[in-house]
């Protein structure tokens, strides 16, 4: 029940979805309280419908096809659903603002950061002169621990790094002292660093202002970092909620326990012998520039994406490449999948005999890859069974041994053979990567090359995925060079880890080598920087 305390109250709210959606209702009977100056933590899974109660609270839900139809939410007495668009404004952005998952597509593209945080005082009829407003937006930026506010004030989001572009967020949501903050998975897709450092900062601007936080996420770890209370949802319902360390440590509800154990342990294997295989592709000393436009006048900025590294992959070994944004963890992968050339140096692809004489196989078939983002990978106009069947057939298999080959695939990674008949948009997010490694296998690869496969899904779906990629490391042999930012996920993964900085390789050995006994002292900060349950 609600107190004197509470900022923001939810009863009985229940949000319709349209017709055709794979359930009726997006939420059922929410009963939520936060207290001033508290942090409560939103978590579930996809589809559980928390970002559906965020878009509620701001009045972002796309009426009349996704609306309340029962229920209310009080903030500071007042009964939000009941307010018409004209007075919903007064509150977006001076009393409740929002921080959104992607900053970038939450940003203008064609519009410079100081214009855009500008336009917040514009919208409230700020009666601040031009020149203070400039001032308060520098002070702001600077207050996220932006560098160099006065450059970032005229510069472009496309020339921000994804955690600077999330500190702009929210500078731009802390700009006029709001006194609640709803942040939607604000740090899904960034690097344990970058992720420790906005928790350390929503947590700081918090204790300096006051303000209260809805911070929705289905990353346990962050809710033991950020949370006082926590609030766990499931296709639209509370199944549980209490204090942090209640829910952690004594969960009561099934689907909290299963949550919890699908979080990887980060226990690095104490013994491999993927090392004293062959060697399936070596690279040495790979190098790559990019030439970075700095504007009209201003001329070129040269970024040293790799300087001369060097590392090898056995057959049927899981190497683990990790790093921070910026690393140069994506451009090497590219270079070794074939899709970005390399400056200097050589990627040399050392294919067991056997498969030489069986086959006259292009490097693009030795060697496949799997994308972050599957969704953008595929083509949403042509059906699944026509995505997968594309480089089957440009190796000259007839179509159908084609087709019967990818509804094997499709069923030996979890999805029905019916699959093929269906749209990309049709399936789940973890189903998407299931096909996207269904796609990298059909063509009988020997290296795949997985970039942040399961950095944007949620746990027990990660869980699935890496379980199906450890199943192909050992039933099929594959090696596996696997991108990631979470050294947790490298731990149970990979029998060896390379540690990038700055296209730097600063650390190559064992998994349990450079866990237990890192010698560099950025790996040492990547692993203190991992969010852990014992908070």
Request: with cysteine; proline share 5%.
């Amino acid at each position: 029940m609600p107190t004197q305390d509470t900022l923001l109250s939810i009863r009985d709210l229940t949000i319709q979805l349209p017709r055709g959606a794979d359930r009726e209702l997006a939420v059922e009977d929410i009963n939520i309280d936060i207290k001033a100056g508290s942090t409560l933590c939103l978590v579930g899974e996809s589809g559980s419908g928390k970002s559906m109660i965020a878009n509620a609270i701001l009045g972002l839900l796309p009426q009349p096809y996704v609306r309340p139809i029962a229920g209310s939410i009080l903030f500071q007495g007042q009964d939000l659903l009941s307010l018409n668009m004209n007075q919903l404004r007064q509150i977006r952005g001076r009393k409740i603002t929002m921080v959104f998952q992607d900053p970038l597509s939450a940003l203008n593209p064609v519009m410079r950061i100081g214009e855009q945080l500008d336009e917040i005082y514009m919208a409230h009829r700020c009666t601040l002169t031009a020149a203070q407003r400039k001032q308060q937006i520098i002070q702001a930026l600077q207050d996220v621990e932006l560098p160099d506010p006065e450059y970032l004030f005229h510069s472009y989001p496309f020339r921000l790094s994804g955690g600077q572009r999330q500190r702009v967020l929210i500078a731009a949501a802390l700009l006029l002292e709001p006194d609640l903050l709803v942040a939607d998975e604000p740090t899904t897709a960034l690097d344990v660093t970058t992720q420790a450092a906005i928790l350390r900062l929503i947590e700081k601007l918090q204790q300096r202002r006051n303000t209260t936080v809805l911070f929705i996420t289905h990353d346990f770890g962050v809710v033991a970092e950020i949370a006082d209370y926590v609030v766990v949802m499931r296709h639209g319902k509370i199944v549980e909620q209490g204090p942090i360390q209640q829910v952690i440590h004594h969960p009561q509800a099934r689907y909290t326990q299963d949550l919890l154990a699908a979080i990887p342990k980060g226990i690095p294997q104490a013994v491999t012998t993927a090392s004293h295989r062959p060697v399936l592709l070596e690279v040495k000393s790979l190098s790559k520039q990019f030439r970075l436009s700095r504007g009209f006048l201003k001329g070129h900025q040269i970024v040293q994406a790799l300087d001369k590294v060097s590392v090898n992959i056995h057959q049927g070994e899981v190497l683990g490449l990790v790093g921070e944004s910026g690393s140069g963890k994506s451009t090497l992968g590219r270079i070794i999948a074939g899709l970005t050339p390399a400056d200097s140096g050589s990627c040399q692809l050392l294919m067991p005999e056997a498969k030489q004489q069986a086959s006259q196989r292009r490097r693009s078939s030795a060697i496949q890859m799997v994308f972050q983002d599957p969704y953008s990978s595929l083509n949403p106009r042509h059906k699944v069974g026509r995505s997968l069947m594309a480089g089957l057939l440009a190796d000259g298999v007839p179509r159908a041994q084609a087709l019967q080959k990818i509804k094997n695939l499709l069923t030996w990674v979890g999805l029905p053979e019916n699959a093929t008949e269906r749209y990309p948009h049709e399936f789940s997010g973890g189903q998407r990567q299931r096909i996207g490694i269904a796609r990298a296998l059909a063509v009988d690869p020997l290296l795949v090359v997985a970039d942040e496969p399961v950095s944007a899904l949620d746990v027990s779906v990660q869980a699935q995925v890496l379980e199906l990629f450890a199943r192909i490391n050992e039933e099929l042999q594959l090696a596996i060079l696997f991108i990631t930012h979470d050294l947790n996920v490298a731990a149970e993964m990979c029998h060896n880890i390379a540690v990038l900085r700055k296209g730097q390789l600063v650390e190559y050995g064992s998994t349990y080598q450079v866990l237990k006994e890192p010698q560099d002292d950025y790996t040492r900060a990547l692993i203190d920087a991992i969010p852990t349950l014992t908070h």
